[in-house]
């Protein structure tokens, strides 16, 4: 048996010593407050650090239990292979059911239209099939990794934040939510997204993962890789799903991805932290914000208010 | 890291977002990417300075209109501290900003523009932060670039609001005055070379030195038992872990402990924390207990320990902070959400409002608005197990929930 438990009070004393402990302890309480207030929660998972971390931290808020809750997948088609096979590794190791629904899906049905051109993403197209997986497993509560820090609509998002019917964001009429206290109370048809997340900054995930030793796909370290450049951006040419031009030409660099979302909307930076203690250096000295490699929000100043009033995450 | 959360407020106009941008461009926080961002639409909109408030302003009406109109989480960093500021926006919603922002701050930054002084919005601020019980208050008198750096216009704005300090509840709230210019960057950061009569620390100095005495840890230990954990598999057939969380002081395996309602006693067993065991679980962390006994408990029933136990009841008195449009009166009926604990409720009587802005009390009411804070007393469906907010911040303190629109209406502070 070990000592008294490490909290918030302890880890203000301990100087030097870095610890996510007080945002460990909130993403753990989040937790048990989606499993205690909602019928049919679900976690979105998309294989990246966030929502891998998310994993974590719910092993924690049950064990011994099983996580009472599944995993979902929007898969755009478009994500890295490695981010996959790590996906189905994880859950098979942790004994977890996985929900997979498919963007492809939802274009073959009509419902959606892949865009086209050189910035053509999958990214948006995510929505409706969200909101139909939704709909089709009455999910009330969706789990999700976004985190405040990220884009400044996110810094206005709630950590229960209410989705009406049609999976809209009402960004101007929130929930205040006070102390520890947060109201899951909802009509029927309508559902909460939950960040456990919210107050965690990028440098905290990655210190998380890397004092819990988490396992994470590998496209996250520095790796040798065909690309190339557009926008001042590092593209990945080892495949056809990014849109790449004749007179856009491939070469090797070394490279890593600092976010991992979907293919056609994701560059990557040029790094050679090959380790995770390079990677948390790399992120406590950069001058670039993590969405900064992300096309999707550069579209125009409010492209992230304008997705989530949508229903996106 | 330490987490240090902050509350600020102000009022139109007085360079609140000023402030929040000086501090995280001298604390070099804001990326590369985002200052451009930043520069780019000032330029466009023709400023002559760098508007920081773009960087904070995150939805589509706010930038249109120049306003805040929602709390804002703005996250940054120095070497010691991680820094979560809670911007509150001091227009229509005022009050149900502030009381948000200010009920998980541990310190609060009231701005004063020093060509105004103390104005009406700032007794209001003022008000609210003691009212929550934050611990620092660090009122920061600006634009002093405008008053010529003048230390009587300083010293009379102190004098001023320290005439307010006399009447305030909570005496033993710590308060602190800076003078400063955000725009120009005089004592957010750096020290100002214009006001060399000013001896005290800068904004960020005086941040850094905070002593960190967590908010929520005043108080005995209470443990609201969040969600039952009862694995089923062979291995742990027998399993029921209570989990929640452990507010107010510590608690030990060992420990004799009574479970509410029930009043049954047992003693805590063993204490969790994911997969390992701890003797000790402290205050604010996110524990799995299990007891001797097998007693009957579940999600809203509480934990404490034997000969501690809080005040029981079936009614009690509050102040409360109303946040909606719809009149709140004698006779409605609201869902009252106590930590993890939902009852109904019933408005007994409305005792008097309280002009939040130290002017007295009003009597003759018959009913409360918008931004309205009074005195009320409830009457329950069941009982709840509280302490008072003075003396248990999170035991003490109550959501009050719409039963038909299911939205958060207001929030209380038991007496």
Known sequence: MSDTLISEVETLKDSGVFTTNALENEAIYIMREVAAQFEKPVLLFSGGKDSITLVRLAQKAFYPAKIPFPLMHIDTGHNFPETIEFRDRLVKELGLELIVRDVQDSIDQGKVKEESGKYASRNSLQTTTLLDAIEEFKFDACIGGARRDEEKARAKERIFSVRDDFGQWDEKNQRPELFDMLNGQIEHGQNVRVFPISNWTELDVWSYIQKEEIEIPSIYFAHKRNIFLRDGLIWSAEDDIVFRAADEEVKEMVVRFRTVGDMSCTAAVESHADTIDRVVQEIRDSSISERGARIDDKRSEAAMEKRKQQGYF | ?415
């Open chain 2, 1 to 415: 890291m330490k987490v240090l959360k902050i509350a600020t407020a102000g009022s139109v106009d007085d360079g609140k977002s000023t402030l929040i941008g000086r501090l995280l461009y001298d604390t070099k926080s804001l990326t590369t990417d985002k200052l451009e961002a930043i520069e780019k639409t000032s330029k466009q909109r023709g400023y002559d300075y760098l508007d920081f408030s773009l960087a904070t302003d995150g939805l589509v009406a706010e930038r249109e209109q120049g306003i805040t109109i929602d709390v804002a989480h703005i996250y940054f960093s120095t070497a010691t501290k991680s820094y979560i500021i809670a911007d509150t926006p001091g227009h229509v919603e005022y009050t149900r900003n502030m009381v948000t922002g200010a009920s998980t701050s541990q310190a609060a930054i009231i701005l004063i523009d020093a060509r105004k002084g103390v104005i009406e919005q700032t007794n209001r601020h003022f008000f609210i932060n003691n009212l929550l019980r934050v611990k620092d208050v660090i009122v920061v008198i600006n634009k002093m670039d405008l008053v010529d750096f003048s230390e009587e216009k300083y010293n009379a704005i102190k004098a001023d609001f320290e005439e307010l300090m006399s009447k305030r509840d909570y005496q033993d709230q710590h308060i602190t005055f800076i003078p400063a210019s955000a725009l120009k960057g005089d004592n957010v950061v750096n020290k100002s070379e214009n006001m060399p009569w000013y001896e005290g620390q800068t904004l960020l100095e005086h941040l850094e030195e905070l002593d960190l005495e967590d908010i929520y840890n005043t108080g005995t230990p209470r443990f609201p038992v969040q969600y039952v954990i009862r694995p089923k598999t062979d291995e742990y057939h027998d399993f029921r872990g209570f989990a929640g969380k452990v507010y107010g002081g510590q608690l030990s395996v060992g420990d004799d402990v009574v479970a509410l309602p029930s009043q049954t006693k047992s003693k805590i067993k063993d204490i969790y924390f994911y997969d390992k065991k701890y003797q000790t679980a402290s205050r604010r962390s996110s524990v799995t207990i299990t007891l001797e006994d097998e007693i009957n408990v579940s999600r809203g029933d509480m934990l404490v320990k034997v000969g501690d136990l809080p005040t029981i009841d079936k009614q009690f008195t509050a102040t409360i902070s109303w946040m909606d449009s719809k009149k709140f009166a004698a006779g409605n009926k609201y869902l009252v959400q106590h930590g993890v604990n939902k009852v109904l409720a019933k408005v007994d009587t409305i005792h008097y409002k309280i002009n939040p802005d130290y002017s007295g009390i009003d009597e003759n009411i018959d009913g409360l608005g918008m931004n309205d804070i009074a005195k009320v007393t409830f009457k329950l469906n069941k009982p709840i197990f509280y302490d008072a907010f003075k003396d248990h911040r999170t035991n003490g303190s109550f959501i009050i929930i719409d039963t038909q629109s299911n939205n958060t209406v207001g929030a209380g502070f038991i007496q």
